[in-house]
């Protein structure tokens, strides 16, 4: 009996001092693997931008992270409003809430620039997004609008969220321009609605790009405020097709027979959002796949032997 309690006494000291041994550090110069950087890519297209919110879900719940956000026109406003609160539960709730008259304010006082002021925008924003920095966004965000002098994009990576989302929606002859960082700004949708060269030139290595600005037949066209954001469209989308090439995966929504103004089709637009993605959602994780496996296995070729 004493020789059992004299074995379990040894054995627990043997425990404890194992326990005690301190971890092996890894041997120097290995590097823990990388992940790869990946960028969300949010176009414009007004209404129709309410399907970002169901992608986004879905990315949430797929566990696929988002290193960057860089958002046109309404996928400024969608990608402003989850990149301050990086919670898809958050941005659901702020996107169901939104109507047409939180966006458009129109008034006949000097509208000859446009018949949308913008304020009601901005006012929505600071009301929507808790910080009022883009330096102090949960995920790093970037909004595009165009220099209405000089025809480049701007890409706005600091300062007033507000003041961002508001240019880079400022759909020339429905709002006014935006006097911002001393330059007169309009809608990003002018020289980039789905801006994956930015995406590449801020070192994202898998860019996810969303695009809603497809079906561009309207004939339900009556006044200059809808020929202004038929014009927009139909310069968007022509421009999307080129420029969307170089994303790693693309996700089109079936909303192209939404209307832009149409803020009553919510449900639908997210809905059309999830199915896109699910169907993408393979597709992205075998390109985050390819990536790990080569840029480890070139990390580890160059390890010393």
Not at 62 to 90: M, Q, R
Request: neutral net charge; contains cysteine; charged residues 20%.
């Amino acid at each position: 009996m004493a020789a059992n309690k004299i074995k379990i006494i040894f054995l627990l000291i043997a425990i404890f001092i194992s326990s005690c041994k301190a971890v092996t550090p890894a041997p120097e110069g290995i590097a823990a693997p990388k992940k790869p950087k990946i960028a969300l890519v949010l176009g414009g297209g007004a209404a129709r931008g309410l399907a970002h919110v169901g992608v986004i879900r879905i990315l949430e719940q797929e566990k696929i992270p988002i290193d960057l956000i860089v958002g046109t026109s309404v996928g400024s406003l969608i990608g402003a409003v989850y990149a301050s609160h990086a919670n898809s539960f958050e941005l659901e709730w702020e996107a169901f809430k939104v109507t047409k008259d939180d966006i458009f304010d129109f008034t006949i006082i000097s509208s000859r620039m446009g018949p949308v002021k913008g304020d009601r925008i901005e006012e929505f924003v600071n009301k929507v997004v808790p910080v009022k920095n883009i330096e102090e966004m949960r995920v790093p965000f970037i909004a595009i609008a165009t220099d209405l002098n000089t025809g480049e994009m701007v890409v706005i990576d600091k300062g007033s969220v507000a003041k961002a989302v508001h240019a880079s929606s400022a759909i020339p002859g429905v709002f006014h321009p935006v006097n911002y960082l001393n330059k007169t700004l309009v809608d990003g949708g002018v020289v980039d609605n789905v801006a994956v060269d930015v995406a590449r030139q801020k070192g994202a290595d898998i860019v996810i790009a969303v695009d809603v600005s497809g079906n561009i037949v309207n004939y339900e066209i009556t006044n200059l405020f809808d020929i202004s954001l038929q014009a927009v469209n139909i310069m968007g989308n022509e421009i999307a097709r080129f420029k969307i090439k170089d994303a790693d995966v693309i996700i089109r929504p079936a909303v192209g027979n939404v209307g832009m103004l149409d803020f009553d089709q919510k449900k639908r637009c997210m809905t059309e959002g999830i199915a896109a993605t699910q169907k993408a959602v393979p597709l992205i994780k075998n390109k985050i796949d390819e990536w790990l496996k080569k840029n480890n296995a070139n990390a580890a070729a160059k390890q010393p032997q």
